[in-house]
């Protein structure tokens, strides 16, 4: 069997301070409540934490209206009707809920059809060795331009990837959603959440200069660079870390054979190939003329539909070429063959809708309640108070970002709530709102990977139960903490360095700031 690295040194230590640390965390955190009921516990604590904070009076202004921030007590008469009448809307408006289910009747058709099978059988057969958890990792990075292509399908596929080349499937796994969720800003392309917090910024540096604009583009020399470092990083920490510490794989998963592909089986894939290539040309044709049918508000490239609506796509794609490779290998006879396909992949979802249920009620709650806004104005204003160097202020802001993200899991809502205030901040202190942008980014990225309120994380459990059932919150946390600690020290480290170069972070975006 095909190898990436000698797995015989692939075995579980329990020597070293930190491994002594992350086996504390991991028992710790699985010895909590199921994460549904951790959810559960989450969500009434909330409730009790609003009532607390709304009778001692905690507030907060709102740094862009300068309206004053009230906690809502969710015990009062009116919110206990609101959580009653509410509760089916959370669930079924959490966004990942119906991302993960429209995403999978797609690749439920292209799993069963075999295409995925074969297609990672290619690949661990052709691809040299070396490189198959850096092409994981760096399309992990790169898939946040579709949204999030890379939760519901490289993650997962990153498992399979690891297994059937005898490697732990769970490091797999983890080294996939690290590039996706670690490495959530970086990307050597422009991608949705460009514009939208430069959209951000440029509100918040009218405060001070209503003549100036943060484009699209503001951050995309140190965040192409980004990608580069992330890539090799998360691949060394797999290696060094996180293999070794997981062990051989013991568990009852089967996965999937790696047989030589068969006459018919290279057909079909051709056949994919080339249906697969015909998409992307009439994706061309109506997004890149000027006119072009998809493309978005005021001619925009960047909120064209396709993007913006890329599950949909994925959809599409996924499940035609899904069919078109079951065709012909004669997978699917019949239109009843193409149905089973998606019903069988949409029962994997048990757990996961059972847990979603209460992540969706801890997170309207904590919405709802203020506590989110309150904590992290409060947090900013503490920082903006510390009139200090460029170097204590990255860092300082880096810490803060992560922090907060472990409360708040929209990168827009904080940027919302932080950039009035530290982008204006920055300006006083002669930085660039581009600057500023990039601090939030790191800090905003490292902690994804170990806050349970980003959205899919509950979605990342349920893949780690796949292949260890007695998974938990504790197993997930402690399995990224060593990507989440070693981003935090080397994307900051480079921040830092960029911005002592005095390097531009992208076109026209200088770090230096002259009012």
């Known amino acids: 069997m095909k190898k990436l690295v000698d797995t015989s040194s692939f075995r579980a230590t329990d020597s070293g301070m930190f491994s002594a640390f992350l086996k504390f965390v991991e028992r710790g955190g699985n010895a909590l409540p199921h994460p549904a009921a951790l ?6 604590m909330v409730l009790i934490l609003s ?9 907060a202004t709102h740094p862009a209206t300068g309206q004053a921030v009230d906690i809502v007590n969710l015990l009062s008469r009116d919110n206990v009707h609101r959580i009653f009448t509410d509760v089916v809307q959370n669930y ?18 292209a799993e069963s059809s075999g295409l995925i099978s ?7 057969q052709k691809a040299p060795g070396w490189s198959i958890t850096y092409v994981i990792v760096l399309a992990g990075v790169l898939s946040n331009t579709a949204s999030d292509l890379g939760y519901v399908l490289i993650i997962p596929m990153a498992g ?25 800003s970086a990307n050597l392309f422009i991608g949705t959440i460009d514009p939208l917090l430069a959209g951000l910024s440029t509100e918040s540096a009218h405060i001070l200069d209503e003549n100036y604009v943060v484009l699209p583009t503001a951050n995309y020399y140190f965040m192409a660079v980004s990608t580069i470092m992330i890539t090799f990083l998360v691949t060394w920490v797999t290696h060094r870390f996180v293999e070794p510490r997981l062990g051989f794989y013991q568990g009852d998963a089967t996965s999937e054979p790696l047989h030589p592909l068969t ?11 080339f249906l697969f290539l015909a998409w992307l040309g009439l994706i061309a044709l109506t997004i890149l003329p000027e006119e072009g049918y998809f493309r978005g508000p005021g001619n925009s490239m960047l909120h064209s539909p396709l993007l913006e609506g890329f599950i949909t796509l994925l959809l599409l794609m996924a499940g035609s070429l899904g069919y078109v490779y079951g065709k012909i290998t004669g997978k699917f006879r019949h239109h009843a063959d193409l149905i089973k396909g998606m019903t069988d992949h949409m029962k994997t979802l048990a757990s996961f809708l059972v847990l979603v249920f209460f992540a969706a009620q801890f997170v309207a709650f904590f919405r709802w309640s203020h506590l989110g806004l309150v904590f992290a104005i409060n947090g ?4 903006q108070e510390l009139n200090i160097g460029l170097v204590p202020l990255i860092l300082l802001f880096v810490i803060l970002s992560a922090f907060l993200n472990l409360f708040m899991g929209s990168a827009s809502a904080k940027w919302a709530i932080l950039g009035p205030v530290f982008v204006p901040m920055f300006m006083l202190l002669g930085y660039s709102p581009e600057l500023s942008q990039a601090v939030f980014r790191v800090g905003d990225s490292v902690t994804n990977i170990i806050s349970p309120m980003m959205s899919f994380f509950a979605l990342i459990i349920v893949y780690f139960e796949k292949y260890d059932p007695k998974a938990g919150l504790g197993t997930l946390i402690s399995t ?7 981003l935090f020290i080397f994307w900051t480290t480079l921040l830092i360095v960029w911005s002592l170069l005095n390097l531009p972070l992208g076109p026209g975006a200088p770090i230096h700031y002259t009012p």
């Not at 399979?160 to 959530?184: C, K, Q, T, Y």
């Not at 900013?380 to 920082?383: E, N, Q, R, S, V």
């Open 39 to 44: 959810f559960a516990l989450f969500a009434f």
């Open 51 to 59: 009532a607390l904070g709304y009778w001692l009076g905690w507030s």
């Open 118 to 124: 074969a297609a990672v059988r290619l690949l661990v």
């Open 92 to 109: 079924t408006s959490f966004a990942p809920l119906g991302i993960v289910m429209v995403s999978l009747l797609g690749i439920g058709i």
């Open 480 to 486: 990224m903490m060593p990507y989440s600690i070693l």
């Open 380 to 383: 900013a204003g503490i920082l």
């Open 263 to 273: 006459s018919v089986e290279k057909k079909g894939l051709w056949a994919s190939l």
């Open 160 to 184: 399979v990837i690891f297994h059937a080349l005898g490697r732990h499937p769970v490091a797999g796994m983890a080294a996939a959603f690290a590039g996706v969720s670690g490495g959530f």
